[in-house]
Every structure is written in C-alpha cells, then in structure tokens.
C-alpha cells in the first residue's frame, strides 16, 4: 500500500516553453503533498508544501510564479514549471501523507531543458 | 553550516560486513528523526524513523539517537549487495513528517 506515481518520469523540453508534472497517490487519500527538487549528488530540497484545495506554501527562495503547484483533489497534485531554463534542469520528486508521521515518495520525474 | 551533515562517501564494504552511517545536525528543536534510502534514479523509500533518544531495531536494520551529542546513526548488519543505494538521515522539528529537513546522503556498496 502506499503507492505514489509520477508523470513523466522523463522529459525532455526547449527553453522557454512550460511542462506540468503530476503526482498521484494510487491507493491513499493524501491529505497533504510536497514536491522536492534534487540536484546530482545533493540532498532533496522541499520546494512547497500543498494541501488540497488550498494555496501551496512555498519554501523561501521559490518562485512561486515559476513553479506552480494545484493540488486539485485529494490523490493529485501538479507542478508546473513555468518558462524552463537549463538551470531548472533536475529531479523533481514528489510525496505525499495521509498521516502526520510518514511521507510516501514518489519516483521522481527527470526534467532537462535544452 | 548546514542544519543537517553528512558523509557523501561513497563507501564500500565487503558483502556481510556492519555498516555505520552518520549524521549530525545544529538544530536542537529537531525531534523526529528518519532513515531513506534511495537507489539511482528513484524517490526515496523510509527505512526507519524515531522519536527518541536511544536505540530502534527493524531486522538488520538499528536506527541510533543521541540528542545530547545531535547524532544520529545507521547501523546495517549482514550486509547484502542489493543494500547498496545512497541513505538518507532527516529530520524534522517536528513531531510529524512535515518540513522535513535531509542529509546530503551516504553513497554505499556493498562488494559480493
């Protein structure tokens, strides 16, 4: 139990141009969802804290226009990175919790931006 | 300084062997406090996790903490090539698994 899928788990875009990542938890209802970001050989970073149906809570430092996070119902959550540029070339990961003391993580998502 | 510290290595061990890996930390007002681990191109996956001072066991697996010194470590006994993965430490002010705060994690492998 416990699954969290991503999609994609890859892609690929040109700069400029906009590209949406989802989050699904397969068999929970989350109640809250995070997204990370991990660079190669780095720790993961929260970017943003969502619960459903409200605004997500940005971490300092996150372009929250940039990164824009629905967290649309209680098994979906997306983040949309806004007009990419190479440096937001990264793994994004996302988690998600139904109780207060476990996050599930999902696989991850690669993101280059050519 | 980094709120969370610790050891990129890699290491490697030979298959069998006990595997100690560390983490300290600044933040005294950290109270929950968490093991992943991560093989390449994955999310994480939680091992363990504690509240306390003191030691917590899950099969070859001994989760160590020592709040007085803000120290944490993870012990693996027998340990097996599929064990070999980045670990992450992390950690959390609070008593839940919100803003969770992670090490920079501990590359292992572990040689057959």
């Known amino acids: 139990g416990a699954v969290v899928s991503q999609h994609p788990s890859w892609v690929i875009c040109k700069s400029g141009t906009s590209v949406k990542i989802e989050c699904r938890s397969l068999d929970f209802q989350a109640t809250t969802m995070f997204w990370y970001r991990q660079f190669p050989k780095q720790s993961l970073m929260l970017m943003a804290t969502s619960n459903e149906g409200s605004k997500a809570t940005y971490e300092q430092g996150v372009e929250k226009d940039k990164f824009l996070i629905n967290h649309a119902s209680l098994t979906l959550s997306t983040l949309t990175v806004t007009s990419a540029h190479p440096e937001d070339s990264s793994f994004y990961i996302c988690?998600?919790?139904?109780?207060?003391?476990?996050?599930?993580f999902g696989p991850g998502t690669r993101l280059t931006v050519t | 300084q980094k709120e969370v510290e610790q050891d990129p290595g890699p290491l490697s061990v030979p298959e069998g062997a006990i595997v100690s890996l560390n983490c300290t930390y600044s933040?005294?007002?950290?109270?929950?406090f968490m093991w992943y681990r991560q093989y390449s191109r994955k999310g994480p996956e939680l091992l363990m996790y504690t509240y306390s001072s003191g030691n917590k066991e899950d099969g070859r697996f001994t989760a160590q903490v020592d709040k007085s010194s803000k120290y944490i470590s993870l012990f693996i006994r027998d340990s097996q090539p599929s064990d070999s993965a980045t670990y992450l430490c992390a950690m959390s002010p609070y008593i839940s698994a919100s803003k969770i705060i992670f090490g920079s994690g501990t590359r292992l492998s572990i040689r057959p």
């Open positions: 933040n005294s007002a950290f109270q929950y």
């Open positions: 988690s998600a919790s139904m109780r207060a003391d476990e996050q599930y």
